[in-house]
């Protein structure tokens, strides 16, 4: 019986892990699968919520180790995983994406030999991808988490370039395909089903729909002022376009420090909530006439559901939303984005593909590479 363990930490986490946890249920008499939660995240709406929607079962092992600097959390991470992963010995460690519980578990298996002499064999689910934006934590994270990784699960073709380019062994690339995008397939359903939409007072490809997150542009206060604008004339393109805006904790806490709470609060056909759970949330997006967002996933989940999204950042890592999907990069450039919505606003449909292996089984690929090699 082999013993697999997940670590995971951070929202997006959750749903990429959920899929390949479900397929490897279905193995019960080769292997074994345990949960890890850092603790990243903690708040419910940035957590168990997750875990009860997507139908997970409560992690076998929660680390708490909340909201750090970088370093702390990345070294507290650290030192409670080890001494797990030295007492529970699993045959193999799967993390996630780019966050910083990516990294961490990644280091501890590099560092912790088994009997055998080797270090625990990592699998890196959303392995490959590259903005080349080096002030990005997350670029660091995916840089070392796939130096370290043995197995380098991708999901777009730009993965594989980047990985073999930089000196990568072939033979440890496998392109899966995309398990966020199997969660949403999963899920689209249910989303149908979200009272969300007559929640909130709006109706279907009515509303803009806005998440902003990363340090570059909410740590920053003329960046967040530019926002503020952008928000305003969305409402000057079309007045009768809502915006809906889930604020994530750590843009709160900057409108907060900055003193723009007002600013935001006063700004017309602006809906601002809470972080939604996954159902919801999905709802949302499915139903939007556009989205703009800082995140990583979303881009990805826009292209799959085919709805046009303006991503307020200087570069991507998921190229293939631009090439094929319905993604475009715009920075804060004001003109750029004024123009994209305009065009959308014209109705005209945007031509999108839904990229290779993004159909629902890339968790079930991932699972018959682990068990055969
Ligand atoms: C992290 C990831 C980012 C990912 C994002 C998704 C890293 C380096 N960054 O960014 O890649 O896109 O998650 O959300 O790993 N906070 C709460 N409650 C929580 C979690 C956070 O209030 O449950 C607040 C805290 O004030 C914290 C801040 O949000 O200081 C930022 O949280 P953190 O996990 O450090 O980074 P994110 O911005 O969430």
Redesign the pocket.
Known sequence: MKKFVSIV????NFMKMAPVHKELLKHKKKVTHKIIHTG????R???SVFFKELELPKPHIYLGV???S?AE?TALIMVKLEKILFKEKPDLVIVY??????IAAGLVCAKLYRKNGCPIPLAHVESGLRSRDRKM??EI?RILTDNIAEYLFITEKSGYENLISGGFDRRKIFFVGNTMIDSLGDYLLKAGKSGVLKNLCISKKSYALVTL???SNVDDKNNLNKILRILKNINKINKYTDIVFPV???T??MIEKFGLKRKFEELKNLIITEPFGYINFLALIKNAKYVLTD???IQEETTYLKVPCITLRENTERPITITEGTNVLCGLKEEKIYNSIKKIETGKKIKSSIPKFWDGKAAQRIVHVLLNN
């Open positions: 930490g951070a929202r997006p990243q995240h903690y708040d709406k940035m957590s909340g909201s750090k970088h959390q994406g780019d966050v910083n519980s990516t934590p997350e994270n997150h990363r340090p994530h904790p750590r709160v806490k995140s990583g996933g």
